[in-house]
Structure formats: C-alpha cells, structure tokens
C-alpha cells in the first residue's frame, strides 16, 4: 500500500536568499516547507539557518524536503534564479499543488506553463531584497510582493507573515514595469561592475535613456501604458533609492556565476523580434553578457 504524503498548506521550491526569507517569516504563523535541490543541501538546512532582520538575528528551522523526498503541498512559491525555471516548476508541479505562483524576475510564464500544463501557474513581483552570507539569509530591504488573483491564500499567508504582501488584479502591468526596471539597471550594472545609483548619472544615464527608449513600444504592445517620461522617472526611481544595492545581475557576475540573462534580456529581445521591432542596444548588451557567461563555460551554449 502506498504511503501517504504528509500535505503542506504552502511550499517554497528554492531554498536561496528568497525562499530562505519567506520560508523563515511564513514558518512563524503556519507550517511550511522549504524545497532544497538535493538530499545533501536538505540536510545542512534541516539543522536551520540564521534569519538576519533590522530587529536583529534569529535562528529559524522551517521543515525542509528536497526530490527524493517531497511532500504534497496546497500551494507553492517558485524562488530559483531564471535558468533553473523549467527543472524547478516541475518538481513543483510533483506535489500536487492547486497553484504555482513564482515571484522571480524575468519573462517566466511561458515556462512554466510548458513545464506544468493544465496546473494554475503564474508569476507575481516582489521587490523585497534579500542575500545570503553563507547560511544566513540577511532581509535587506523591506518591500512589496504582489500577487496575481487566484492566489489569494499565499497573499494572505505572506501578510499574516508580517510582509507586505496583496493581491494585485493589474499584474500583469506591475509585472511589465518590474521587467522595465530590471532591463536596464541589472545588464548595465552588471557589464559596468557598479553599484546601482550610477545608472542614474553619466554617462551610463544616456545608454539607461536609450533602453528605455527602445523597451518603451515593446512593452507598450504588452500592455504597459507608460510615457517615455513616467518611464525614466520609475527607472531612474528604483536606481537612486537602491543606491548602493549591487543589483542581482551583479552580483552573479561578480561571483562567475550563471546570471539571469536569458529570462531577461533574452526573452525580452525574443518578444521584440516576435513583434517585429528593433532593441539594437539591448541586443548589444545581450550579446556583451552572453559572450561573458560563454568564456567561462556558464551559458546556455556551453
Ligand atoms: N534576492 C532578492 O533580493 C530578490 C528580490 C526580488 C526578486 N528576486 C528574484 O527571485 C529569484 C530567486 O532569487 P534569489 O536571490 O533567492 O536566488 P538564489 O539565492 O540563487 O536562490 C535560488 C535557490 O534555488 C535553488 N534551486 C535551483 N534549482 C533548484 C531546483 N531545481 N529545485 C530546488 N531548488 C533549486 C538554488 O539552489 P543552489 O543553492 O543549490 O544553487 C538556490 O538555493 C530570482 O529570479 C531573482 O531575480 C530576488
């Protein structure tokens, strides 16, 4: 006879700075379960990590599991890095979830829809800011998940978790906008080795303006009503009040890891080309980050 799984009210598949966050916050007000890669990073989590918040450090233990040994779950929550999607939903997908919902940056749906067909899978925005240092998970910066509807249980349960969290009926624009910001500052950062605050001056400012610029039709085919003027201010915006943040982008290259690359600026030029429309710069800056991650053996065509 089969053994019965034991069933979570929410899963988070990705045990990284985010997961580690909203596993450490969401596991103070219910059960919950952090997904790791494999047995052997399930193992080290099982004995908890540090939870690094303004309030100072506390040691959390959430339950953790990993795909050798996965228990069903009501809902998951999707935090892996853009290259990881396909792999991640599916195991995802193992634990009978009534939804998906992934908070990760990037163009994800198409994705996850090929990887859980028939499943209610979708992709919400955060701009809460997290990093690890070794197991600790630090909260760096306090911000804003939303979700789309239809996922109201894991809105609810985030808020209850004491983050701002709720239900956004116009995600698909929040999404688009999030997707303006990281478009520009995260390549640029990346390719200038500099923190964020110096998209916003020059003279990387003229090739943000440029980006900008040529995303603007793109995204306004999606759907995105923004003028060329709203839009540099929500860029330039998000660059000044993060500063000194050294964006994600960066920080993988930094690190000589694979970067998100191809969830963003990738499928955003893929979706330009699908509408019949010219992205010279984001083209050259792709082809900048794809030849990076090529000479180190980490990119797609390694
Ligand atoms: N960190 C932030 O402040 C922040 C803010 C907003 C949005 N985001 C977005 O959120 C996503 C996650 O970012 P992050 O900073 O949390 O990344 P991260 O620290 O690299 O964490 C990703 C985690 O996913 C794990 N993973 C990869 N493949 C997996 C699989 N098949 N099954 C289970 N786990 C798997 C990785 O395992 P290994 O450790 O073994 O590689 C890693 O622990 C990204 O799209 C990012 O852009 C991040």
Known sequence: MATRRVRYPIAVVGAGALGRLFAAGLARVGPVVLVARDAQRAAALAQGY??????????VRPPVAHPGALPEADWVVLVVKGPDTAAAARLAGRMRPK??????NGLVEATLRRALPGLHAAQGVTTEGAYREGERVVWAGRGETLVPPGFEPIAQALA???????????IHEARLKKLLVNL?????????????????????????????AEALPVLRGEGLELTPREAEALVFGVARDTARNRSSMLQDVLAGRPT???TLTGAFVALAERRGLEVPTHRAVYALLQAWEQARGLGDDA
Do not use: C, H, M, Y
Request: charged letters at 25%.
């Open 50 to 59: 540090t939870w690094v918040t303004l309030e100072g450090a506390r040691r």
């Open 99 to 104: 939804g998906v919902l992934s908070l990760q």
């Open 160 to 170: 209850q978790a004491g983050f701002r969290a709720r239900v956004e009926p116009s």
């Open 184 to 212: 520009v500052i995260n390549p640029l950062t990346a390719l200038a080795r500099v923190e964020n605050g110096r998209v916003a001056e020059p003279p990387l400012d003229a090739l943000a303006r440029r980006l900008i």
């Open 260 to 262: 998100e690359l191809e």
